[in-house]
T-cell receptor, first 108, second 113 residues
């Protein structure tokens, strides 16, 4: 079993939709969690950091459930520009482990 | 503020040849990481430096891969000899310290033929 697992998708949603991704982790020692966005042939860019129960930034909300060992990312009012791969990662003693990413396509 | 700089951006070599990648982290960032990313996968850590010390190189294939960060700033990752399976994107990232948020460079796309 991989340490961090994500549904690879793809998720295809219309503009304005709300979409949620889940990410599960197996290492209970994981301390911090991150969501990165990666556009095709580009580097991952930090979207949100999750240190406690959750974080919200505009249309994006991340939630952490330590009991069930999962992190979620909710995107409200999806834009065409949200189309990308979303990577979930968890750190344990400085080592960041990523899931394989979830592909999101927002269509008109 | 300048981001993480990597060069070259693209490299095509024949198998068994050596190759080197260079990374300059964000100014003031003490921790530097090298990752490998295959198509359709998330980045996988190869090595982590705290200043000039390699504190986690457990995933680095030491028979052919080597890395250095001599003055605690720039870093070089080398592969010698390269194999076909080494074709991937090599990403460098940096953070203020081991617990900080990581910021990635644009990566080097390596193709081994």
């Amino acid at each position: 079993r991989k340490e961090v697992e994500q549904d690879p998708g793809p998720f295809n949603v219309p503009e304005g939709a709300t979409v949620a991704f889940n990410c599960t982790y197996s290492n209970s020692a994981s301390q911090s969690f991150f969501w990165y966005r990666q556009d095709c042939r580009k580097e991952p860019k930090l979207l949100m950091s999750v240190y406690s129960s959750g974080n919200e930034d505009g249309r994006f909300t991340a939630q952490l459930n330590r009991a069930s060992q999962y992190i979620s990312l909710l995107i409200r009012d999806s834009k065409l520009s949200d189309s990308a791969t979303y990577l979930c990662g968890g750190t344990s003693y400085g080592k960041l482990t990523f899931g394989q990413g979830t592909i999101l396509t927002v269509h008109p | 503020e300048a981001g993480v700089v990597q060069s070259p951006r693209y490299k095509i070599i024949e198998k068994k040849q050596p190759v080197a990648f260079w990374c300059n982290p964000i100014s003031g960032h003490n921790t530097l990481y090298w990752y490998l990313q295959n198509l359709g996968q998330g980045p996988e850590l190869l090595i982590r430096y705290e200043n000039e010390e390699a504190v986690d190189d457990s995933q680095l294939p030491k028979d052919r891969f080597s890395a250095e960060r001599l003055k605690g700033v720039d870093s070089t990752l080398k592969i010698q000899p390269a194999e076909l399976g080494d074709s991937a994107v090599y990403l460098c990232a940096s953070s203020l310290d081991w617990a900080g948020e990581q910021y990635f460079g644009p990566g080097t796309r390596l193709t081994v033929t």
